[in-house]
């Protein structure tokens, strides 16, 4: 009887599981849908104007080697025209990272907001909803870009 109980369980268990993912699999897809412009990878925000944060971004890639900063891109998949890119190249591997950069402000403070929507060409969509090889070129980004920008703006 016990043998019996404890088979009951586990397949509950195992059915229950199932079929929390699969509606989580099915919402997902659903509500997430085909997006009609890129959607971002990552978001950052910094309190300063975008002439400030370009010259900031320059800045750092002039004093690292494996750094390159390029405003102003034309990039075909990102509809807002102009991009601004960053490349790293480090440990043998050629990173690009496409930004965009939005200005909001108004009477008293000016925030700029930093959209990554491209890492060598695949967006979000691309890497799928969860992927070690973007959580690791995010994390490189974070480290070489954001972390120094955070630290003098």
Not at 17 to 31: Q, S
Request: one cysteine or more; aromatic letters at 16%.
């Amino acid at each position: 009887m016990k043998k019996i109980l404890n088979y009951l369980i586990i397949t509950l268990i195992t059915v229950c599981v199932l079929y929390n993912l699969i509606m989580f699999g099915f919402t997902y897809f659903y509500f997430h849908g085909t997006p009609s412009s890129p959607s971002k990878i990552e978001k950052y925000e910094f309190n300063t104007t975008a002439i400030n944060l370009k010259k900031e971004f320059k800045t750092i890639c002039d004093k690292s080697k494996y750094l390159s900063y390029k405003d102003s891109v034309d990039y075909d998949n990102v509809n807002t025209g102009n991009v601004n890119t960053i490349q790293i190249t480090k440990k043998g591997e050629k990173l690009t990272y496409f930004l965009r950069l939005n200005e909001v402000s108004d009477n008293k403070n000016k925030c700029v907001k930093l959209y990554l929507y491209y890492i060598n060409g695949k967006g979000n969509d691309s890497f799928g909803w969860f992927s070690l090889e973007k959580y690791r070129k995010v994390k490189l980004f974070e480290e070489t870009i954001i972390t120094p920008l955070s630290k003098k703006i």
